[in-house]
């Protein structure tokens, strides 16, 4: 009983073998793990003007990962990027790592990443990288944006989700801003019967202000203390015709104790009947506040290069757009310079990075520069941007094409943005050529292109066509790009690797040739148990028989000398028929064994034939000897 239970423990390993080779040729469905985790900690951070901080890019694995790389984009206008360094992440590993380029002016941090040199890989979390920030003067929240963010195992790219960050900084406390002046600063013709001055009082900091307003010549006079963000107004009377007024603003942040002050004018209407009604006498502003000097004011930046056509016709309207950014979060307008001695009118107020268009015609064959300047609702201008060169040739006739964008509005880093412009057409002409300026430095062509920006930011898209004619027309407009989805395109459920497939069968097939002699000696030592198992109860079969067919007692006749023949041919009859009978026992045994036997088939799958041709001869062999044996007893 012993030998017969190690006999079946030795066919585990087998059993193993022969499971693993199964489920190495039959893929079975295999989930993705659960999306590797990158974030920026912590995940909201406030911080002081001036103050130098860190972040922690930090990392969960959901599985052993081998290498990293990602991009970081932030508010250049609050943030200053100092440095980064290196995580701990893949401590105890040789590891090759690049701290990547910082852009300041831009905002970005690119071509960040770290791998395992040689073989290895990490399983616990950890930190990627740590960047060193020093915040600027202005108050407001800048978003910490990942981007372009991979991380990889031994075989290639896993599935991530991506957590992004914001950082508030609390700048030195400004004065508070002044916006919204009416009448506008420098207005003429204003009514004499207009009977208040409004102006919008704002503090960044939500502090309270005390506040007054003076006229000069005195039409009115207003203050109040304590007061919160809001439209503050003055009441006045007893203008006068063609009269040029002053009107004075005087704020004080309760919290900081700066002041802010600012003086507006305006010019009544002329006179067009009649005498002038009485008017106020003088007066200055009250007393206690500082004297007046020209608001601390930043200017906007220098607007965008104009967007519009470059080869138009002489005597037919074209339409140009710009935009610019104010620091300070004014208000801001526009003025077109046409380059021929015209200048447009003044834009209505829009707000920064708000795109403004105005339309010329040209009257005259020539190249002409258009620029545009930049005015904040405070009078502060900016330079003038960078020219665009017009060439205005002869009118041909004809209507320009008409412009139709089927485009999203905004979209996500690394996501494709669809362009189609198909349905647009020339209303007497064909388009023979489309041109596109994604606003990133690269360009494409034709009808339905496609484009993927890679990093966030509020883009200017330009589409310009040419029809059959020479004529051409161009269509702009913005598209918002955010910091991309938090699930990247790899965070998708993988099937099973045929490369894992290989791997495992190239594993068990090496294994079962290493084992291969004592595999086969298993096999072999479980099958003479079995088989010696059957001899013994063939023997048993074999003695009973033996007793039937015992030779019976011989007469022996003495009449002839032919008596020792007769006896010997009896003998050997015998003998002969007793032999015939054990052997079609023995081959029908061994029939019966090899037909039912599963373990002996599959033991002559991994045998050779002589194998088996030799343990057939040797159990017969052995059968016909222990028979003739018995048979002699």
């Known amino acids: ?9 030795t066919l585990l390993p087998t059993i193993f073998v022969i499971i693993l080779l199964f489920t190495s040729i039959v893929p079975l469905p295999v989930k993705a793990d659960d999306p590797t985790l990158v974030q920026v900690s912590p995940s909201n951070t406030t911080v002081s003007a001036l103050q130098t901080f860190s972040l922690n890019i930090n990392c969960i694995p959901s599985q052993p990962i081998k290498a990293f790389e990602l991009k970081i984009s932030f508010n250049p206008s609050l943030l200053q990027a100092n440095s980064v360094t ?3 992440i893949f401590s105890g590993h040789t590891t090759f790592f690049n701290n990547g380029t910082i852009d300041n002016s831009a905002g970005t941090i690119i071509n960040v990443y770290n791998l395992i040199v040689g073989s290895g890989n990490i399983s616990n979390p950890g930190t990627l990288v740590t960047i060193s920030f020093t915040a600027k003067t202005f108050s407001g929240t800048s978003p910490i944006d990942l981007y372009d963010v991979g991380v990889t195992d031994e075989l290639g790219y896993v599935s991530i989700t991506v957590s992004d960050a914001s950082v508030t900084v609390n700048g030195e406390n400004q004065p508070p801003i002044f916006s919204s002046a009416s009448p506008t600063n420098g207005s003429t013709g204003v009514s004499i019967g207009t009977t208040a001055l409004t102006i919008l009082i704002r503090d960044l900091e939500g502090d309270v202000f005390n ?5 000069s010549p005195n039409i009115g006079s207003n203050a109040g203390t304590t007061a919160s963000n809001g439209t503050k107004s003055c009441s006045i009377s007893g203008l006068s015709y063609s009269t040029t007024y002053h009107w004075y603003v005087v704020c004080k942040d309760v919290g900081s104790n700066h002041w802010r002050n600012a003086s507006y004018w305006f010019t009544t209407v002329a006179e067009s009947q009649g005498g002038n009604p009485p008017g106020g006498g003088g007066g200055t502003p009250g007393g206690g506040e500082p004297p007046f000097e020209p608001e601390q004011n930043l200017p906007p930046n220098v607007p965008v290069q104009p967007i519009g056509p470059t080869f138009i016709e002489r005597g037919i309207w074209y339409e140009y757009t710009s935009y610019t950014y104010d620091l300070n979060g004014d208000q801001v307008r526009l003025r077109f310079d046409w380059g021929d001695g015209n200048f447009s009118d003044w834009s209505d107020l829009v707000d920064s990075n708000m795109t403004v268009s105005a ?8 190249t002409f520069s258009v620029r545009v300047i ?3 609702e405070n009078g502060s201008n900016s330079s003038w941007s960078d020219p665009l060169t017009v060439t205005v040739s002869e009118e041909t006739g004809g209507i320009p094409p008409v412009l139709d964008i089927i485009a999203p509005g905004n979209g996500s880093a690394n996501q494709t943005i669809l362009f189609d412009v198909s349905v647009s057409v020339g209303p007497d002409s064909e388009i023979i050529s489309y041109s596109w300026d994604f606003g990133d430095g690269t360009t494409g062509t034709g009808k339905t292109p496609s484009h993927m920006y890679t990093k966030p930011g509020v883009y200017s898209v330009v589409l310009t066509v040419l029809d059959n004619t020479g004529k051409t027309n161009l269509k702009t407009f913005l598209i918002t790009i955010g910091a991309g989805a938090k699930t990247t395109a790899q965070n998708q459920e993988s099937p099973f690797s045929y490369l894992a497939i290989v791997l495992i069968l190239g594993l068990c097939i090496g294994l079962f040739i290493y084992f291969r002699k004592k595999l086969l000696k298993i096999f072999s030592d479980r099958l003479v148990f079995y088989h010696e198992r059957k001899i013994e109860h063939l023997s048993t ?7 039937r067919v015992e030779p019976k007692p011989v007469m022996k006749y003495y009449v002839s000398d032919n008596r020792k023949k007769l006896s010997k041919s009896i003998d050997t009859s015998i003998e002969e028929q007793v032999d015939h009978v054990l052997l079609s026992k023995i081959e029908e045994e061994i029939d019966r064994m090899q037909n039912h036997s599963s373990l002996y088939c599959f033991y002559f799958l991994f045998s050779r034939g002589w194998k088996r041709s030799f343990f057939i001869r040797r159990l017969h062999s052995w059968l016909t000897q222990g028979f003739k044996k018995r048979y002699d007893e």
């Open 1 to 9: 009983m012993q030998r017969r239970i190690d006999k079946r423990v």
């Open 86 to 88: 290196k995580g701990t």
């Open 211 to 215: 506040w007054s307003i003076t006229t």
């Open 359 to 366: 339309s010329h015609i040209w009257d005259n064959r020539s």
């Open 374 to 376: 930049a005015q904040d």
């Open 541 to 547: 079969k074999i003695a009973d028989m033996g007793q």
